[in-house]
């Protein structure tokens, strides 16, 4: 079972960055898919962008499209976030699986490896 750890959440003013990290062990597949989720206090988990380590593949959410960014290196995952609202105040989760497919790559509960999550506020 693959163990992802996240860091990097923290608060910022509207406008400002932070960069999230997801550190995953325990696989040794090289093609795999992991995925950044959020969830607004009292709003659902949704999907905010992922990558396919084998294939390279990223996919964006609309609402961050153009403002995040999704890499890797190695086993650890990054989500770069620009330009931040306050709308993108949320717990932020990391997530994966054995394969990303376009269709589902932004639904929780096709993810069976989760993080414990990173905070991540953001004031106007």
């Known amino acids: 079972q693959v163990q992802l750890v996240e860091s990097g959440g923290g608060s910022v003013q509207a406008g400002g960055s932070l960069r999230l990290s997801c550190e995953a062990s325990?696989?040794?597949?090289?093609?795999?898919?992991m995925v950044w989720f959020r969830q607004p206090p009292g709003k659902e988990r949704e999907g905010v962008a992922g990558l396919y380590f084998g294939e390279g593949s990223t996919y964006y959410a609309d609402s961050v499209r153009g403002r995040f960014t999704v890499s890797r290196e190695r086993k650890t995952l990054y989500l770069q976030m620009n330009n931040l609202v306050p709308e993108d105040t949320a717990m932020y989760y990391c997530?994966?699986?054995?394969?990303?497919?376009?269709?589902?790559?932004?639904?929780?509960?096709?993810?069976?490896?989760w993080g414990q999550g990173t905070q991540v506020t953001v004031s106007s």
């Open positions: 325990r696989f040794s597949n090289s093609v795999y898919c």
């Open positions: 997530a994966a699986r054995p394969y990303c497919f376009g269709h589902d790559w932004n639904e929780p509960g096709h993810f069976g490896s």
